[in-house]
């Protein structure tokens, strides 16, 4: 049986695991703690020695990388449910999204929210318990991104991911004024992947996505949501919470 190691359905972690909702395939999900840091442990980094999730486990063979799971499920396991346009052109339009989003929209809110949240995960930590934390951190970006959170990010910086998200925003917005789907008419991996960022805006980012500002985006967010599967994933699987773990 398939196995999914990821957090909760938010950001990355959402892609693979509303991808495998909607095809309706049996999966074994394996709910990391980021609050226990999980994914810095041996036992993962085993799996994935980078350290990150998600992480798909297909009988031994291990996928990693969020977007790259959610084409493998397709290649690997058709459905009657399809996440691809069927022409070339389609496609490549939904792998524009798909890199666009990782590349550019993911990372500007991402800072963002490590700013707001991530930092007070490792706030409580004396310096010593934060640097043996870091040591186990793989990937040397991330190491940075650890220190920043703990530190607060430069402000310059936060303006400059805000004007980005700013962008995102719009580019969302003008495109679904016109589109039902973002690509090839129909909803596919290109939604899910941007709703993966997406969703929960209204809230964390109210000044810039509403419905007075933007509708169609307003519209689009709504719209997966009240999908099936959105609203079978959303009831099955905890938010994580960016907090302190408890001592058990």
């Not at 693979?16 to 909607?22: A, K, N, Q, R």
């Not at 799996?47 to 297909?58: F, H, K, T, Y």
């Not at 991996?189 to 419905?211: R, S, T």
């Not at 599967?229 to 907090?243: G, I, K, N, S």
């Amino acid at each position: 049986m398939l196995k999914l190691y990821s957090f909760g359905p938010g950001a990355n972690s959402l892609k693979p695991l509303l991808t495998l909702y909607e095809k309706g395939l049996e999966f074994e999900h394996k709910q990391l703690n980021p609050a226990k840091f999980e994914h810095h442990s041996e036992w993962f980094k085993a799996l994935n020695p980078r350290g990150q999730v998600p992480a798909l486990d297909d009988g031994g063979k291990i996928v990693t990388e969020s977007t790259v799971i959610c084409e493998y499920l397709e290649d690997e396991y058709p459905t009657e449910v399809r996440l691809r346009p069927e022409n070339a052109f389609d496609r490549a339009q939904m792998r524009i999204w798909t890199k666009w989003v990782d590349e550019y929209f993911c990372w500007c809110v991402s800072t963002v929210g490590w700013h707001r949240y991530i930092g007070g995960m490792v706030k409580h930590l004396s310096d010593v318990e934060f640097e043996d934390m870091v040591a186990k951190v793989p990937v040397p970006e991330q190491q940075v991104k650890w220190r920043r959170a703990r530190e607060g990010f430069p402000k310059e910086l936060l303006d400059e991911e805000m004007r980005k998200i700013a962008v995102s925003v719009r580019k969302l917005d003008d495109h679904l004024a016109d589109h039902e789907w973002l690509a090839g008419g129909m909803y596919s991996l290109a939604d899910i992947c941007n709703f993966a960022i997406a969703n929960g805006m209204e809230k964390g980012f109210a000044e810039m996505v509403n419905e007075g500002d933007t509708p169609h985006l307003v519209r689009w967010i709504r719209q997966i949501n009240g999908r099936s599967a959105a609203h079978d994933m959303f009831a099955h699987v905890p938010r994580e919470r960016f907090e302190p773990a408890r001592v058990d």
